[in-house]
Every structure is written in structure tokens, then in C-alpha cells.
């Protein structure tokens, strides 16, 4: 497997950790809202995804290692999430959520849940982590590179929260919708990679 560098790193995380899909969702929350509060709401949705993704940094490995599960065994299992969630990417369709009513704590919690985690930053994003995490475990530069691609991810998830009604306007919902079926088959491949790389981990006499 070639060496990954700070470009891979961002480009994987940006496939499975983008936020294209939660835009017309958040902005019905925070339509009708102050500047202020869509403020906090896009930094507590931003917030959610940057301790998903620094969580599974720092502790991804220590709970396979809990759990006595091989990278190899989770590389194949990660790239099976990854099918399965650049499937869903790819044939997503977008379902308007009802905002009227909802109180604002009730709106910061929507915000987390389902917008941060899973849509923005979900399972395949966890997992994909993990394994880049592996790969660079015993070179210092490159642990450092995925931080800076968290880092960078981070601000890119806030500038499209922040934008994100001059995103939808431009793009509009067919635009978004081509972008996240992209996204979808860069994730196939992501997660193809990673089956590949498992099973030669795990066989390395097959491939």
C-alpha cells in the first residue's frame, strides 16, 4: 500500500465527512432564527463533528485493541460501511424536516444528532479515521498530517454550515443532490480500497 501524505488524508476525510447532504436539513433549522442563534447552531454542529473525528484519533485504536479486532479484520469491515454508506450516498433523496414548534434546545439537539452525527461525520467516517489512524501510527509526520486534515476538515464543515444558505441557493437541491452521488462513489471506492487491503492483510498469499 503506497504511504499516505496530508493530500489523501484530507480527500478521504472530505468524501466521507462531508456535509453536503445535512445542508437543506440545517437550513430549515435555522430558518426564522437570530443571527446569533444560527451561529451557536453552526458551531455546535461544526463542534459535534470535530470530537467525532478527534475521538476516533486518539481512542479508535485503543477499542480495537479492547476488543481484539485485527486491522485487518476491521479494514474489511470498515470497507463493507463504507459500501453500504457511499450506496445510501448515492441514492439519497432529500426528506425536509419540520422545524415549527420545536424549541430552540430541541433544535441544537437535532443539530447534533441526526445533522453532526451521522450525516456530517457518521460511522464510515469513524472507521475510515481508525484505519488512517493505523496506517500512520508509527510515523510521527503522518499522524501529525491527519491531524491537520481533521483540523482542515473542521473548518471546512463550518464554512459550509455557515454559508450553507448561499451553498443551497446556488447549487440548489439538484446540484447538492449530484454532488452527494460524487461524494457516494469516491466512498465506494474508498471502502473497495479497504476491503482489498484487508483481505491481503489477512491472506497475504490471495493478493
Known amino acids: ?11 478521504g476525510l472530505f468524501a466521507v465527512a462531508n456535509n453536503i447532504a445535512a445542508l437543506p436539513l440545517y437550513i430549515v433549522l435555522i430558518q426564522d432564527r437570530t443571527n446569533k442563534e444560527q451561529h451557536k447552531l453552526c458551531r455546535i454542529a461544526t463542534l459535534a463533528s470535530f470530537i467525532t473525528m478527534i475521538s476516533s484519533l486518539f481512542f479508535g485504536l485503543a477499542i480495537l485493541n ?11 469491515a470498515g470497507g463493507l460501511l463504507l ?4 450506496f445510501g450516498m448515492m441514492n439519497s433523496v432529500q426528506k425536509p424536516i419540520e422545524s415549527t414548534g420545536m424549541t430552540f434546545s430541541k433544535i441544537i439537539s437535532t443539530a447534533i444528532i441526526p445533522i453532526a452525527i451521522p450525516m456530517t461525520t457518521g460511522a464510515g467516517t469513524m472507521s475510515t479515521i481508525i484505519l488512517f489512524a493505523e496506517s500512520a501510527k508509527n510515523t510521527p509526520y503522518l499522524h501529525f498530517s491527519l491531524m491537520g486534515a481533521i483540523a482542515v476538515m473542521t473548518v471546512i464543515i463550518y464554512l459550509s454550515f455557515y454559508y450553507s444558505p448561499k451553498i443551497v441557493k446556488l447549487l440548489g437541491i439538484t446540484g447538492l443532490d449530484v454532488l452527494t452521488k460524487i461524494f457516494g462513489l469516491i466512498t465506494l471506492a474508498i471502502g473497495i480500497q ?13 493478493l
Request: no cysteine; charged share 10%; net charge positive.
Open 1 to 11: 500500500m503506497a504511504e499516505m501524505s496530508f493530500q489523501h488524508y484530507l480527500l
Open 66 to 76: 479492547f476488543f481484539q479486532i485485527s486491522v485487518p479484520a476491521f479494514r474489511i
Open 83 to 86: 459500501l453500504s454508506t457511499g
Open 194 to 206: 479497504f476491503i482489498i487491503n484487508g483481505i491481503s492483510g489477512a491472506f497475504p498469499k490471495i
